[in-house]
C-alpha cells in the first residue's frame, strides 16, 4: 500500500516561507492534499494537487509536486503566528483510500 | 465544500462502557469514512460507510469492536465498544465531496477512556 513520509517538526519565525516537504511511494496517487490541524481540533483541508500538475498556487500557499521523485512540497510565504500547527500530507489512490504521513508540526516565532 | 458536524466533541468514558459518536453532513454523499487519530499519531482508516450496505473495515478493526450505521446519505454513527485505554483517540469522520477529489473532515470527537 501506499507510504507517506513526512519531517515531524519544523521551526520559521514569522514573516518568513516555509517549506514542508512530504513523500509518497504509490505512483498511482491521483490526488496529493495538504491538510491543517490546529490544536484540539479536526483537519482543514488546504489545497490538493492533481497528479497531472506540477504546482498549484492559492493566495500564500505554493504546492509542487515532483511525480518522478514523488515529492511533494507546500510552501507558505509569509508565514504568520496563526499557522502554526500540525500540516498533514496525504495521498488518495483508487477510488477513495486516503493515506496520511505522520505530520509536520510547525511552529512559527514571532 | 461539505460541512460536517461531529457530536460529541470530546468526552470521558469509563472501561468497559461504549460510545456513540455522531456524523451529520450537509449534502448527500455517498461515500463516508472513520478515522482514528491516536495521541502524537496520523490518521488510520478504520472503516467506510456506504449507505444501503455494511461498512468496509481495515485490516486490524472489526465490526465488533466499531459498529458503524449508514442509515442515509448524510448520516453515520460510529460506536466504540467495551473501551478501555488504548481505545483514548480522536475519532473524525471524513467524506469526499462532489467529484471525489475533496476529502472533508469534521472536528473530531476526543474520547479519554478512564
Known amino acids: 500500500g501506499e507510504d507517506v513520509e513526512q519531517s515531524l517538526f519544523l521551526s520559521v519565525r514569522e514573516g518568513d516561507s516555509s517549506v514542508i516537504n512530504c513523500t509518497y511511494t504509490d505512483s498511482s496517487s491521483t490526488y496529493l492534499y495538504w491538510y491543517k490541524q490546529e490544536p484540539g481540533a479536526g483537519l482543514q483541508l488546504l489545497t490538493y494537487i492533481f497528479s497531472n500538475m506540477d504546482m498549484k498556487q492559492d493566495q500564500r500557499l505554493t504546492v509542487l509536486l515532483n511525480k518522478k521523485d514523488k515529492h511533494l512540497s507546500l510552501r507558505i510565504a509569509d508565514t504568520q503566528t496563526g499557522d502554526s500547527a500540525i500540516y498533514f500530507c496525504?495521498?488518495?489512490?483508487?477510488?477513495?483510500?486516503?493515506?496520511f504521513g505522520k505530520g509536520t508540526m510547525l511552529l512559527v516565532s514571532p | 465544500s461539505a460541512v460536517i458536524s461531529q457530536k460529541p466533541s470530546r468526552d470521558i468514558c469509563q472501561r468497559g462502557t461504549s460510545l456513540t459518536i455522531q456524523c451529520q453532513v450537509d449534502s448527500q454523499v455517498t461515500m463516508m469514512f472513520w478515522y482514528r487519530q491516536q495521541p502524537g499519531q496520523s490518521l488510520t482508516l478504520i472503516a467506510t460507510?456506504?449507505?444501503?450496505?455494511?461498512?468496509?473495515?481495515e485490516s486490524g478493526f472489526v465490526i465488533d469492536k466499531f459498529p458503524i450505521s449508514r442509515p442515509n446519505l448524510t448520516f453515520s454513527t460510529l460506536t466504540v465498544s467495551n473501551m478501555s485505554p488504548e481505545d483514548s483517540s480522536i475519532y473524525l469522520c471524513?467524506?469526499?465531496?462532489?467529484?471525489?477529489?475533496?476529502?472533508?473532515f469534521g472536528q473530531g470527537t476526543r474520547l479519554t477512556v478512564v
Open positions: 460507510a456506504n449507505q444501503g450496505s455494511e461498512a468496509t473495515y
Open positions: 496525504a495521498g488518495l489512490s483508487g477510488y477513495s483510500t486516503l493515506t
Open positions: 471524513s467524506v469526499l465531496g462532489q467529484g471525489s477529489t475533496e476529502a472533508f
